[in-house]
């Protein structure tokens, strides 16, 4: 119950990951030369750590064509043959389990594989759904993250059905492309669309693997985070814990020592735009 005597006159700054489905669109050129290597690599990113990990692909996008056919029948041999793994918690177990009910029980989603049960507890089996595209476009709810080992695989009937199913994507910390050069070059509008929808794009890989570096951007476009400038991982993280603070015209014995002149510290510092030490 809200409690407008105890209000906060000043609000706290949250920054907050709050789910993400993490789409890999799988193209035709990448289909016709490496499917099997592709439906192998899914997997493995789906079950990484019981699907625990918030770059999980929770979608995979193809377009309908006998290539997309047998992709998803291999899809299906290896989920129907995964076992299952221990979750960290029986309540992140819980709502696994129900999510995947729920998604079971969207109109257009079938449930093509359901993996193992190898242990006691808290089990996380393998799970893999498929949807229609339009299915896709007509309810909300096959957007909504399952937080454990499981992928839906949408079907499109089209270039044109693929791209509108991207421009109704929400915000997510990744998008990932399995493509060719060819391909890359006829879906450059694809990009253009992902560009505005994650944090992260990556070509020819999984999601799954976050490097802690400079460059890494673990954030997105809201409802993924709630602010798409800041990212969890990599060195650029700690800005969310500063505020900027400008010093002028100060003495030098004022000044904080990674500010001085002499720079005491030996560290790198911009100087009139300039990286020296």
């Not at 793994?85 to 449930?111: C, F, K, S, W």
Request: hydrophobic share 40%; net charge negative; with cysteine.
């Amino acid at each position: 119950i809200f409690d407008e005597a105890n209000r906060r006159s000043e609000p706290i700054p949250v920054y907050a990951e709050m789910g993400s489905t993490n789409p890999v669109f799988i193209l035709p050129g990448a289909l016709r030369e490496r499917k099997e290597q592709i439906a192998q690599g899914l997997l493995g990113s789906v079950t990484l750590g019981v699907g625990q990990f918030c770059t999980n692909p929770g979608l995979t996008v193809t377009i309908n064509s006998e290539e997309a056919q047998t992709f998803a029948n291999q899809v299906t041999g290896h989920f129907d043959k995964a076992g299952s793994a221990t979750m960290l918690t029986p309540g992140i177990h819980d709502n696994y389990v129900r999510g995947v009910e729920q998604l079971a029980e969207q109109p257009g989603v079938a449930l093509l594989a359901t993996g193992h049960n190898e242990g006691d507890g808290v089990q996380g089996v393998p799970n893999v759904f498929q949807a229609s595209a339009k299915s896709f476009l007509a309810n909300q709810v096959l957007e909504h993250e399952v937080f454990g080992p499981s992928t839906l695989l949408i079907s499109a009937d089209n270039k044109a059905e693929l791209l509108d199913m991207a421009k109704a994507l929400d915000g997510h910390l990744t998008a990932t492309l399995q493509a060719t050069e060819e391909d890359l070059k006829e879906y450059r509008d694809l990009l253009e669309i992902l560009e505005r929808k994650v944090g992260r794009l990556l070509i020819n890989g999984f999601p799954t693997g976050v490097e802690v570096c400079p460059s890494m951007v673990h954030g997105g476009p809201f409802p993924a985070t709630t602010d798409s400038r800041m990212t969890s991982v990599g060195t650029a993280a700690i800005t969310r814990f500063s505020r900027p603070l400008c010093y002028q015209n100060f003495p030098q014995f004022l000044l904080p020592a990674e500010l001085r002149d002499e720079n005491p510290l030996g560290i790198l510092r911009l100087v009139d735009g300039v990286a020296k030490r």
